[in-house]
C-alpha cells in the first residue's frame, strides 16, 4: 500500500492525497464513459498527465473559501496589477509566493463576490451549514471493489450539498450542465458511497453560483429519477472497471471501425433550412 492510500472510511485529508490515493471515482468512471478504460489506464500509470489549468485553480480556491471562510485571507496570493512574470521583479515575486495559489486582483475580486453570495442566500447558508468541509470517503463495496468520493461538506442530515460555478443558473443551462458533466452520476454515486460507509443520504443539491455580476445563486435538487439513471450508468462503468481489472485488460477503441456521421442537431438544421 502507497503512503498515499487511505482505508475505508472517512478522512479529513487534502485534495492531492485523495487523488492519489487508490480507489475509482466518479471522474474515474466519467473517463471509462467518454473515452475508453485504456485512457484511465494511462491516467493511472502517469502517463497522461491532467496540467491544473487557471479555471481548475479558480475553482479549488472558491471551493476552499466557500467552504472553510477563515482561508479567504490565506487562502490565495494576489499578484500586484500589472505585474509581469517575464520580468526579473516578476520571476522573483513569483518564486517567493509559490506556496498559495496566485491569482489576479480581478480574480480575487471575484472570488469575494461570489463568496459572499452564497453566504448570503438563505438556502444555500442553510445546506453549508453544521456541516464538516472536504470529506473524503473511501469504501469497499459487495464486489470488494476499493470506491471512493470527496464531498463539499458532509452534513448532519440527510442531504449532500454540492457547489457548481456556472454561466447562467438558468435551470434550461444548468440541466444542460447535469447531463453534460454527468452530474447525476455523481449524485447516485455519492449518496452509495455513503450508505457503504453507514451514512443515510437521499438527497442531492446543487449549490450553483454564476461567475459574473450579479453573481446570482440558485439551490437545485437532483429528482429520483435522475438519480436512478445516474445509478445504472455507474454501474454500467464500474463492471467494466472489473472486468479490465479482473482480466488487466483496459482496451481502447475497437479495432474496427465505425460509420461517423454529422450530430444529430446539425442534421435537424439542414433539415430546417432546406
Request: glycine share 6%.
Amino acid at each position: 500500500m502507497k503512503e498515499t492510500d487511505c482505508g475505508p472510511g472517512i478522512h479529513s485529508i487534502p485534495a492531492e492525497r485523495y487523488f492519489a490515493a487508490a480507489g475509482v471515482s466518479k471522474s474515474d468512471l466519467d473517463i471509462i464513459a467518454e473515452k475508453t478504460p485504456a485512457h484511465l489506464k494511462a491516467k493511472r500509470d502517469g502517463l497522461e498527465i491532467e496540467k491544473e489549468t487557471p479555471a481548475m485553480q479558480f475553482g479549488t480556491v472558491l471551493h476552499r473559501c466557500l467552504l472553510e471562510p477563515d482561508t479567504f485571507e490565506t487562502g490565495f496570493h494576489v499578484r500586484p496589477e500589472g505585474m509581469r512574470f517575464t520580468t526579473k521583479d516578476g520571476i522573483a515575486w513569483q518564486e517567493k509566493h509559490r506556496d498559495r495559489p496566485v491569482l489576479t486582483e480581478s480574480e480575487s475580486a471575484q472570488i469575494y463576490c461570489m463568496v459572499n453570495a452564497v453566504h448570503t442566500h438563505p438556502f444555500a447558508k442553510r445546506l453549508l451549514s453544521g456541516g464538516i468541509s472536504e470529506q473524503s470517503i473511501f469504501v469497499i463495496d459487495q464486489n470488494d471493489t476499493l470506491r471512493k468520493s470527496r464531498l463539499d461538506m458532509l452534513t448532519q442530515g440527510n442531504v449532500i450539498p454540492d457547489i457548481k460555478t456556472c454561466e447562467t443558473a438558468s435551470l434550461e443551462n444548468f440541466e444542460r450542465m447535469i447531463s453534460r458533466y454527468r452530474y447525476h452520476v455523481q449524485a447516485a454515486y455519492y449518496i452509495d458511497n455513503c450508505k457503504l460507509a453507514g451514512i443515510e443520504k437521499s438527497a442531492f443539491f446543487f449549490v450553483a453560483v454564476e461567475k459574473s455580476p450579479p453573481y446570482a445563486v440558485r439551490c437545485l435538487q437532483l429528482d429520483d429519477t435522475s438519480i436512478s439513471i445516474g445509478r445504472t450508468l455507474y454501474q454500467r462503468d464500474l463492471q467494466i472497471y472489473r472486468n479490465c481489472v479482473e482480466s488487466g485488460e483496459w482496451p481502447a477503441w475497437e479495432t474496427g471501425y465505425t460509420t461517423a456521421s454529422l450530430p444529430e442537431w446539425e442534421l435537424r438544421r439542414m433539415e430546417q433550412a432546406a
